[in-house]
């Protein structure tokens, strides 16, 4: 899901890029926000990398007494079948962080690409893109992904290609439209002038002003795939069982829960929660920092 | 103004059909296999052949699919592969179930969220406004399954004060007949008040999870849309041409509309969605629970089925917000 | 007898910001006086918007407004909305500086017209409906029944700014505050809305503040002069003492300056035994709109600059100066016509090969800023040409920009800056650098120095009399600004809805223009010399109405509609273009046969 800004209106009040200026200069480590998020997409990158290494118990197998509440030995307890949460909950981002950051890098580049030739060269191509593009947002990326998953087999290579190719429009939607607003500007009627060709004048002008947009909801994009990827697994189309996946671990302890046993949804709900809130206010951050008008 | 209803209308047609065919290709070009699925993996050839023919999956896929649009135009999509009964009555009864859902909670949440957001607008850059920022953006980065669970756990576990998550009803309770399959309606229709309290009460935690997701970007949508709008050249002019301030409010109001129902167009999609995953938790029988079981079991009309109707269902709320759209701001026309 | 409409003491105008209170407005202390025009000068961002609103007791959200303000006895701040609410709109009126954005986009004119009326008369719907139309008529909108339901965006911005300034009027205010009301609007339209202003200051005793960035509005309008910088008044003058001796830093450079330019010459005609560098011959060129309709946007123009030249194309809004421009350089392509340099055609060239030829013709567009790739640095900026079309090692390049900056008076500091890092007049500066890049023969100068400030605009033309001189640059410069004209072309062709309508050395057009357009044109011209003001004299060229849009041109004069002195066989029969001296060619039957102010009544 991408949260549209509002509109700036027209006659707007400086005011509000001067509060935005003042922002800009304000140093990296003063402003709240960048923090949070920088150190949580900090530690869930390190996690994804080394999280399984340093976990104190193999996360796929029984490690000790079921349903162990959180104690000395086991910091966040274990579940029904033995295996220790802790472990589980730290080796998860392997599985949902990668996988959504690299969906999220994939849409993001042929999003990008795709949407800069849309809004570059008008005709055909680009309202058949804006078309296809309009039919697929206008459906449940949810229930698309299930579908996508389920059928084509619930590995890792083909939730990060259903992933990808649900969150592509979102980039070509972003792309096309600054690409639009780009294209009008006086500095590529002088890169025209100057003897540019077209082709030139995309990849060398264009592109590159283009890009802010889409690289300020990259990082809210990979929130969203950590959301997608937990739910999936939730209801049984994501990831398999045993891999330790936050979603999964919710999953299976479900049931449990109304008897009481707490432990075992509340880390991983919890790790889920502050990952997805860091990569959202990454990027709230660095729009503020960035947004010109 | 008709030309364009009919215009978008014509377009959001196209669309739909356009997404079930290639749904139904895309479905049978994966690699999963539904007969396998049915009769196991071991079984022997002739069974197999005997299960696929009677999926009707023998026939080449364009024979399959001029079978399946052919009953599509007569309003038949087909029965289920698991169940047997045909697609449209499965819908039929599960759709109600989720549109209920999706629309209390927005409701509600429009109804917390819009009043806030427009009150941090008049005063922004303060402590109110700060907070909301971030419940802004905390609400809207939550996984709504697992605060369904917490929600679960403390209103209904430790505080008693909401039921067990087992569905629309008390699983003893003697439903009202299915008039528009909506729990809260039929029992108020057909007078039943137990059944209509039953009903909210087994409703009102699983409203509240959602709308407690979807407040988050409304409220950061109407704060942020109604500052710009505040700050306008035009609403200063009307102050300066000293038009009194109940018009003025309502001019505001009305600017600050459009962004706001873009957005509750990209929510309602996101609703649909998680309205799956929180049907799971509290057991409700809606679309979501149905299009889980169809995807899990490889029931492909089932499957088909709701992708068409969800298509439909989701292009008639834009059409509808896109009209409201248009009927606000003249400008959209062009 | 002139008494005090409004005083403000200690006026401030406060904006809350993350980072702590900013004050646009400080401890301001002002008189206005009935019948008076003062006009408020300031650059950008000094506080004159915000100065301007809070005498109405407003600041733009989330501002605020505090001092005194005393309306005809009453403090202004004291006053509970609900009587402020009374006194704005009708005792004190507004006119903003953006019309279109002013007016709200989502009700039709007439609506809002009428709402305004009913906020202060006791009227019926349709009673405020009428007056929303004699509105709209008084001030020349034809068709204003039908006028009155387009939206705000189907208006042009001329067309806005009547409405408004109608509505502002039609109160019957004690004090009008305009607020650069006339910035963006063609030279004969701000001539128009400006003599209005003054005549209901004069009729009615109306107090007026002016703000403006313009010391020519100033010079010819204003009875006196306020100048605001950072905030605070730096100068409370009478016009004539201002425009004599001015007090601070600021006004004595643009007073400076801009007297160097009143008593600069005319550009020399210069020895025409050059060779024609540039040739135009019947340049057409048209646009299909939405509707159908056909937009002339050039009609048959033929022009030559000689080598070593330099032409200026003017005209207002429709003129189609700036797609004659971009026909040059081939950023559009004509319908008809050829374009001759030196001996080559260059609208039948292939595009690759057009490519190469490019680093012949150069450009310099109006907006310095939106001209500069944001991410680029001077340096990058200036080397894309050169690296495009020729081989340069990196030393020599180093060195050649080395040799740019010099001549465009940059310094070498500024290489490595990026756009957002230098003011307009330097942004500008960088794009005349990038177009000398490549040793052009010919430079297309497209309103270099309209959206400059008033010093670095001064700057700049010097800057290219400069170049001209020393690099035998020949150019063609497009602009609505005469005065620049006269003082940097030789030549000059004056533009209406797609045709020449006069052209020739400009030493002649100005001095005695033949061509009834512009006649009215350089009428509208306004000098800063508050000695010889337009208001002082008397006008009998003036054009009535809009400047059209050059959609579904008549078949006779285009200006026929608005012209003082046309007839029934202007309006019938095609107009073209004549010689009335040597080198002096007009568009109209009747100044070419000297018979202009004669009108025909029996016709």
Not at chain 1, 195 to 203: E, Q, R, W, Y
Not at chain 3, 1 to 6: A, D, G, V
Not at chain 3, 306 to 327: A, I, P
Not at chain 3, 495 to 520: D, R
């Amino acid at each position: 899901m991408t949260i549209p800004q509002a509109p700036p209106v027209e006659g707007e009040h400086p005011l509000e890029n001067l509060a935005n200026e003042k922002l800009k200069t304000k140093r990296w480590f003063h402003d709240p926000l960048l923090v949070v998020g920088i150190v949580i997409v900090g530690v869930a990158i390190f996690l994804a990398a080394f999280g399984e290494a340093i976990a104190p118990y193999d996360p796929t197998v029984p490690v000790g007494p079921p349903s162990v509440p959180p104690s000395g030995q086991y910091w966040f307890g274990t579940d029904t079948s033995g295996l220790d949460v802790f472990s589980r909950v730290i080796s998860a981002p392997r599985i949902d962080v990668t996988l959504a950051v690299s969906a999220a890098l994939l849409s993001g580049i042929f999003g990008t690409l795709i949407g800069l030739m849309a809004g570059f060269y008008r005709g055909v191509f680009s309202s058949l893109v804006m078309r296809i593009s309009d039919v697929l947002q206008a459906f449940p990326v949810f229930i698309l992904a299930m579908v996508l998953v389920a059928l084509s087999g619930r590995n890792l290579t083909n939730l990060i290609f259903a992933l990808t190719f649900l969150y592509t429009p979102i980039f070509i939607r972003l792309t096309r439209a600054e690409v639009l607003t780009q294209r009008e500007r006086s500095y590529v009627e002088a890169a025209r002038a100057a003897g540019n060709s077209d082709f030139k004048i995309a990849l060398k002008h264009v592109l590159p002003n283009s890009l802010t947009p889409s690289l300020i909801q990259l990082s809210v994009t990979v929130g969203f795939g950590i959301l997608l990827t937990a739910g999936l697994s939730f209801v049984g189309a994501g990831v398999r069982p045993p891999n330790p996946e936050w979603g999964l671990m919710i999953a299976n302890s479900a049931p449990q829960l109304v008897l009481g046993e707490w432990w075992t949804s509340l880390f991983p709900g919890i790790a889920v929660s502050l990952t997805v809130v860091g990569f959202a206010a990454l990027s709230n951050a660095i729009e503020r920092r960035v947004a010109t008008s | 103004m008709g030309r364009y209803v009919l215009k978008r209308a014509g377009i959001g047609l196209l669309q739909a059909l356009g997404i079930t065919i290639v749904v139904f290709f895309v479905i049978r070009a994966l690699p999963a296999d539904p007969v396998a699925r049915l009769v196991g993996f071991n079984s022997s050839p002739e069974v197999y052949k005997q299960a696929q023919a009677s999926l009707g999956l023998d026939a080449s896929i364009w024979s399959q699919f001029v079978t399946y649009m052919s009953g599509l135009f007569r309003g038949d999509l087909g029965v289920s592969w698991v169940t047997g009964s045909p697609i449209l009555e499965e819908i039929r009864s599960a759709l109600p179930i989720t549109l209920q859902l999706i629309t209390l909670s927005f409701a509600l949440a429009l109804l917390v969220s819009v009043p806030v957001g427009i009150a941090t607008a008049k005063r922004p850059g303060g402590k109110l406004d700060k907070g909301v920022f971030g419940y802004g953006l905390f609400a809207g980065a939550q996984p709504e399954f697992w605060w369904g669970l917490l929600f679960i756990f403390f209103f209904y576990y430790s505080w008693g004060l909401a039921p067990a998550p087992l569905g629309q009803y008390a699983p003893g309770l003697d439903p009202p007949p299915q008039i528009t399959g909506m729990s809260l309606v039929d029992s108020l229709i057909t007078g039943n008040f137990t059944a209509f309290i039953d009903a909210a009460w087994h409703l009102w935690l699983p409203v509240m999870t959602l709308a407690f997701i979807v407040s988050g970007p409304i409220i950061k949508m109407t704060r942020q849309s109604m500052s710009r709008v505040l700050g306008s050249e035009f609403i200063l002019y009307q102050q300066a041409s000293g038009l009194p301030s109940g018009q003025i409010a309502r001019s505001t109001i009305r600017a600050s509309l459009p962004p706001v129902l873009t957005l509750a167009g990209i929510l309602f999609g996101f609703l649909l969605g998680g309205a799956v995953l929180i049907e799971q938790v509290f057991a409700f029988n809606g679309l979501g629970s149905y299009s889980v079981r169809a995807v899990l079991n490889l029931d492909y009309p089932a499957i088909q089925g709701t992708v068409l109707i969800i298509t439909v269902v989701s292009l008639v709320v834009y059409l509808v917000l896109d009209l409201l759209l248009a009927v606000i701001d003249p400008r959209v026309k062009n | 007898m002139t008494s005090t409409i409004l005083k403000t003491t200690g006026l401030n105008v406060v904006y809350p910001t993350p980072t702590g209170q900013f004050k646009a407005v400080n401890d301001v202390d002002l008189e206005l006086r009935s019948g008076e025009i003062v006009g408020l000068i300031g650059e950008s961002g000094s506080g004159k918007t915000s100065l301007a609103l809070g005498l109405l007791a407003l600041a733009r959200h989330p501002g605020k407004v505090s001092g005194h303000i005393d309306f005809q006895g009453r403090d202004l701040l004291s006053l509970d909305n609900d009587e402020l609410r009374e006194i704005r709109g009708r005792s004190i009126g507004l006119i903003t500086q953006k019309p279109r954005q002013s007016l709200n986009p989502f009700q039709n004119v007439g609506t809002q017209i009428g709402r305004v009326y009913r906020a202060h008369v006791k009227a019926s719907k349709s009673e405020a409906n009428d007056h929303a139309i004699e509105l709209l008529e008084n001030v020349g909108i034809n068709d204003a029944p039908r006028r009155i339901r387009a939206y705000p965006h189907e208006l042009s911005g001329g067309m806005a700014q009547r409405a408004l300034i109608s509505m502002a009027l039609s109160a019957q205010p004690e004090l009008l505050v305009a607020d650069e009301p006339t910035s963006g609007l063609d030279v004969t339209i701000q001539a128009q809305f400006l003599d209005r202003m003054w005549q209901r200051a004069e009729e009615t005793g109306t107090a007026v503040l002016l703000v403006t960035q313009d010391l020519g509005i100033v010079a010819n309008y204003c009875d006196r002069v306020l100048v605001i910088e950072n905030g605070k008044l730096v100068e409370d003058a009478p016009t004539r003492d201002f425009f004599a001796n001015p007090r601070d830093a600021y006004s004595k450079r643009v007073l400076a300056l801009a007297g160097e330019r009143a008593v600069a010459d005319t550009a020399d005609a210069g020895v025409s035994t050059a060779e024609p560098l540039l040739r135009i011959e019947n340049l057409r060129k048209t646009f299909k709109l939405d509707d159908g309709k056909i937009l002339s946007a050039v009609s048959d123009v033929s022009l030559t600059v000689m080598q070593g030249q330099s032409l200026g194309l003017v005209g207002e809004s429709g003129s189609g100066k700036t797609t004659v421009g971009r026909l040059i350089l081939r950023l559009l392509d004509a319908d008809e016509g050829s374009i001759w340099f030196r001996d080559t055609e260059l609208t039948s060239m292939k595009t690759r090969a057009f490519r190469d030829f490019r680093s012949k013709i150069q450009v310099v567009f109006q907006d310095p800023f939106d001209s500069l790739n944001p991410r680029w640095s001077v340096e990058k900026a200036i080397s894309e040409p050169i690296d495009l079309h020729m081989k340069m090692s990196k030393d020599e390049k180093r060195l050649r920009i080395t040799e740019l900056l010099g001549q465009v008076g940059l310094p070498e500091s500024i290489r490595t800056v990026k756009p957002a890092g230098l003011s307009a007049g330097q942004q500008q500066r960088v794009c005349l650098a990038r177009a000398l890049s490549t040793n052009p023969d010919f430079l297309v100068l497209d309103e270099p120095t309209s959206a400059l400030p008033p010093v670095a605009r001064v700057e700049m033309i010097a800057l290219l009399k400069d170049l001209r001189e020393r690099l035998g640059l020949s150019f063609i410069f497009i602009s609505h600004d005469l005065s620049t004209v006269r003082e940097l072309c030789q030549d000059v062709a004056v533009m209406y809805l797609s045709q020449i309508v006069e052209m020739g050395p400009t030493s002649k057009v100005f001095a005695h223009p033949e061509h009834p357009y512009t006649q009215a044109l350089l009428d509208s011209v306004l000098f800063h010399d508050p000695l010889s003001r337009r208001v002082d004299r008397e006008h009998r060229g003036a054009l009535v109405g809009e400047i059209p849009s050059p959609v579904d041109l008549p078949k006779g004069c285009y200006l026929a509609g608005r012209c003082p002195f046309a007839e029934e066989k202007c309006r019938q029969e095609p107009q073209l273009l004549e010689f009335t001296e040597p080198g002096h060619l007009v568009r109209c039957w009747k100044a070419v046969g000297g018979v202009l102010n004669v009108v025909d009544t029996e016709a």
